[in-house]
């Protein structure tokens, strides 16, 4: 079974700063990775993915984010981040011996951007 | 192109009572996700369809909840009897396919309070 650890439950950052939320996960087998945005009561959103490939994985809004395979670990970042930010962030992580289709969540990460 | 639907928006019920919600995927996307979101956490896969066949309902609670997906298009989740820690998000996702490489498109939820 897989599982995603999201290390950080709120990050509060001035705006233009740039920003990190960190993710770790574990599987036993070769994964797929993903993050999600959730904006005040709305659905998910898909922000990046990693399927194969460069390990570094440019989003929506200008996020990206790297994996790390020797690290289990898949960390968004921003260089400079806006108002209009600030939402929930979710990590996310298909095994490749589930179920098709599967994703198991983190527990979120609040990102407040402060003028 | 229009996004997942769902209804109702918001609910509010008594303990032992019992609810039902209804998700319109987009055309076309062959797979069908409900999840459910209690506050703090991350989204847990309640089940998952592909048409109108279950791919895997392994998380749901069968004793009180229950999901049919006729004609492979809309859905229904139930809830009978509801108990307080049912109080949640329940969110409804589709995409093309069962494939973990396919986005996953998320409707704006169901927020369930259970008193």
């Known amino acids: 079974a897989q599982s995603v650890t999201q290390l950080d439950s709120q990050v509060p950052v001035f705006e233009e700063a740039p920003v990190e939320l960190r993710c770790n996960y574990s599987s036993s087998v070769s994964v797929y990775l993903f993050w999600y945005v959730q904006y005040p009561n709305q659905g998910l959103q898909l922000l990046l993915k990693y399927l194969s490939g460069s390990t570094l994985v440019k989003g929506i809004n200008g996020f990206e984010a790297e994996f790390n395979k020797s690290q289990t670990s898949f960390h968004l970042r921003k260089p400079s981040v806006h108002i209009s930010d600030t939402a929930e962030y979710f990590c996310a992580v298909s095994a490749l011996d589930t179920n098709a289709g599967k994703s198991t969540f983190g527990d979120g990460t609040t990102l407040t951007v402060k003028p | 192109e229009a996004g997942v639907a769902q209804s109702p928006r918001y609910k509010i019920i008594e303990k032992r009572q019992s609810v039902a919600f209804w998700c319109n995927p987009i055309?076309?996307?062959?797979?069908l996700y409900w999840y459910q979101q209690i506050l703090g956490q991350g989204p847990k896969l309640l089940i998952q369809?592909?048409?109108?066949?279950?791919?895997?309902d392994s998380q749901l609670p069968k004793d009180r909840f229950s999901a049919e997906r006729l004609k492979g298009v809309d859905s229904t989740l139930k809830i009978q009897p509801a108990k307080l820690e049912d109080s949640a998000v329940y969110l409804c996702a589709s995409s093309l396919s069962a494939s973990r490489t396919n986005e996953q498109f998320f409707g704006p939820g169901t927020r369930l309070t259970v008193l």
């Open positions: 055309s076309g996307h062959a797979t």
């Open positions: 369809f592909q048409n109108n066949g279950v791919v895997d």
